[in-house]
């Protein structure tokens, strides 16, 4: 096709260094790859959204969450870069510059989008336990994680696209930053003891726990403190960095309680009555609901007694069905042993006394 001379001439006239038939072609090319750049987006999350509602992989939900973030501010930016690299424009440093600074933005849009989808997850997970403390810290982790990336970007711009010297900046940072940690360290090592409550779980808010000698529930976990109200009635506040230094013991996590009780009975108990009484107590437990027995044995002669040992699970971590089942052992034994005529046996010692004008030996308790 014959272009007439008129317009040839315009095509060629220069504007900016450029002919203007360069700068048509190159915003053409613009146009063109924006358009393909926006049809490979659209593609890759209509592939990706199939594969996700597929599984239950949480990668792949998270990996379309940040695609999503693609901007498309950022990819007609690129479509500008590679559409104006043969112009004389291509050749100056501030469109370098520009690019640079475009991909650092996108790259921090989806950090933060992985960041806030890993949120939204475990506070979607938290919710219905009405876990207020594990929300609110990990919506601190969240802002928290986004800000440093953000800082960290600022930090990278810094140093490869405007080439100003950081070292004396961080080295700067690092020295306000430990001084700053020496200052608060107590306070930090709350703050890290709440990360590791939140996250390891080692119990909840409503959880009956014991601490050294301290018995109570648990009524909130904050960032620096713990909250515990004691059988008793008061508010313990205890320090997370203390609480998780001491002994925890779980008692909702409970799935049983094992009990062990000795029975005493004096040494005038004859061998086939001794004989019976562990299989007395044995069915005295079995009989009980809900009940493991374990073994009942003759364990050991003691100073003044035959010791019976008794081990059972109570398989219900419910503190009163325990007490009740214990109850109701304690006194059939009792029933069952008098009925066999055996004596409890209590402490006591037979002393000899020999010599001249001495009285026989006695027997006293």
């Known amino acids: 096709m014959l272009i007439p001379a008129p317009i040839q001439d315009v095509l060629r006239s220069q504007w900016f260094g450029n002919s203007l038939q ?28 199939k594969i996700a509602g597929r599984t239950t992989n949480n990668i792949d939900d998270m990996v379309v969450g940040v695609i999503e973030q693609t ?25 370098h510059t520009a690019a640079k600074l475009v991909l650092l933005w996108q790259g921090a849009l989806w950090g933060v ?9 475990y506070m979607q997970n938290r ?47 690092g020295v306000g930053g430990i001084a700053i940690a020496l200052a608060v360290q107590n306070i930090l090592g709350d703050l890290l003891a709440a990360l590791a409550i939140v996250f390891d779980k080692p ?20 960032l620096k403190t713990t909250r515990i109200r004691s059988n008793n009635g008061e508010q313990v506040i205890i320090g997370n960095g203390d609480l998780l230094k001491s002994r925890l013991r779980n008692f909702k996590r409970m799935q049983h ?25 044995e069915e005295i437990v079995r009989s009980q609901s809900p009940v493991r027995f374990e073994r009942s044995h003759i364990s050991s002669f003691g100073e003044s007694a035959i010791r019976i040992e008794t081990v059972y699970y109570v398989l219900d971590p419910d503190y009163n069905i325990y007490m009740g089942v214990q109850q109701a052992v304690y006194l059939e034994i009792l029933r069952r042993f008098a009925e066999e005529n055996v004596k409890f046996a209590f402490p006591s010692r037979t002393v000899y006394h020999e010599g001249p004008g001495m009285v026989p030996p006695s027997s006293g308790a």
């Open 71 to 95: 901007r498309k501010l950022a990819l007609f930016a690129v479509a500008i870069y590679i559409a104006a690299l043969p112009l004389t424009i291509g050749r100056q440093p501030y469109l």
């Open 127 to 173: 919710a219905a336990t009405n876990d207020r403390a594990s929300v609110a810290m990990i919506t601190a982790v969240g802002v928290g994680a986004k800000v440093f990336l953000w800082i960290l970007v600022v930090i990278t711009a810094l140093k490869s696209v405007f080439g100003i010297e950081i070292t004396a900046l961080i080295t700067g940072l």
């Open 22 to 49: 360069a700068w048509l072609t190159a915003a053409l090319t613009a146009t063109g790859i924006f358009v393909v750049l926006l049809l490979i987006r659209s593609a890759v999350l209509s592939r990706l959204g």
């Open 257 to 281: 309680r094992r009990s062990l009780f000795n029975l005493d009975v004096t040494f005038d108990t004859p061998p086939d009555v001794l004989a019976r009484l562990p299989k007395i107590v």
């Open 203 to 222: 119990f909840d808010v409503g959880d009956s726990i014991a601490v050294d000698q301290l018995n109570g529930t648990v009524e909130h976990i904050g």
């Open 113 to 121: 989008a992985a960041v806030g989808y890993w949120v939204t997850h």
